[in-house]
Nanobody
């Protein structure tokens, strides 16, 4: 099981930006589909974005489409989530996840990171 470590969370005002990063421990990172999920207080964890092994296919939740961009650097075993035009409702713990299939990553994940807190003030 791959180890995933997120970073980049913090406190930002509405309209601001943050860039999250997730570093994977394994040498076969390029074979994993990577995704970001989030969990707000009192709510279920929800899918945010995913990216295929090569980076050629991306998928986003409707709530973040046009504001968030997922990308990856296979040479550095890293996946990023650029978050722009942040809203208070984006406040959540953001988790990085790895899986094997971009069509099912929303429902099946092999590994999880510990999460990083994002707080957006109004």
């Amino acid at each position: 099981q791959v180890q995933l470590v997120e970073s980049g969370g913090g406190l930002v005002q509405a309209g601001g930006s943050l860039r999250l990063s997730c570093v994977a421990s394994e040498r076969t990172f390029s074979t994993d589909v990577m995704a970001w999920f989030r969990q707000a207080p009192g709510k279920a964890r929800e899918f945010v974005a995913a990216i295929s092994q090569s980076g050629g296919i991306t998928s986003y939740a409707n709530s973040v489409k046009g504001r968030y961009t997922i990308s990856r650097d296979n040479a550095k075993n890293t996946v990023h989530l650029q978050m722009n035009s942040l809203k208070p409702q984006d406040t959540a713990i953001y988790y990085c996840a790895a899986g094997s299939n971009i069509a099912t990553i929303k429902y099946n994940q092999d590994s999880w990171g510990q999460g990083t807190q994002v707080t957006v003030s109004s």
